[in-house]
C-alpha cells in the first residue's frame, strides 16, 4: 500500500513564502521513485501542473510560477518539496503531490510498480 501525505500549506499574506512537503510511504521497501509533480487546483477551476522533478533531478514549472517556486526531492527521505516565494493571490488553491511509478518490495508481494498515486491536498491560502 502507497501513500502520499502533504504538509505545509496554510495561510500567508501576499508576498510571504511556504514549503510544502510530500512523503511517500509504503508498505514494504520503496526501491525507487519516479518523476515527482506538484499540482494545483483552485476553486472551479481545473487541476494544473504547477512543478516536476524527474528521478534525476531534472526540474521544469508553469510559466506562472518560474522564478517563485522551487521543487526539490530528498530520496532518502523519499520526499518532494516545493518551496514557494514571493507568494500572490492568485496562487491560492489545493495543492497536490503526484507520482506517477513507485517500485515496492515487501517479502508476500515481491517487486511491484504502483502506477500513479496522489496525496489528499493540502490548502496554500494567499491574502492580499
Known amino acids: 500500500q502507497v501513500q502520499l501525505v502533504e504538509t505545509g500549506g496554510g495561510l500567508v499574506q501576499a508576498g510571504g513564502s511556504l514549503r510544502l512537503s510530500c512523503a511517500v510511504s509504503a508498505t514494504g521497501s520503496i526501491l525507487n521513485i519516479d518523476t515527482m509533480r506538484w499540482y494545483r487546483q483552485a476553486l472551479g477551476k481545473k487541476r494544473d501542473l504547477v512543478a516536476t522533478?524527474?528521478?534525476?533531478?531534472?526540474?521544469n514549472y508553469a510559466d506562472s510560477v518560474k522564478g517563485r517556486f522551487a521543487i526539490s526531492r530528498d530520496d532518502a527521505k523519499k520526499t518532494a518539496y516545493l518551496q514557494m516565494n514571493s507568494l500572490k493571490p492568485e496562487d491560492t488553491a489545493v495543492y497536490y503531490c503526484?507520482?506517477?511509478?513507485?517500485?515496492?518490495?515487501?517479502?508476500?508481494?515481491?517487486?511491484?510498480?504502483?502506477?500513479?498515486?496522489w496525496g489528499q491536498g493540502t490548502q496554500v491560502t494567499v491574502a492580499s
Open positions: 503526484n507520482v506517477d511509478r513507485i517500485l515496492t518490495f515487501d517479502q508476500t508481494m515481491g517487486a511491484k510498480e504502483n502506477v500513479d498515486y
Open positions: 522533478i524527474t528521478s534525476g533531478g531534472a526540474t
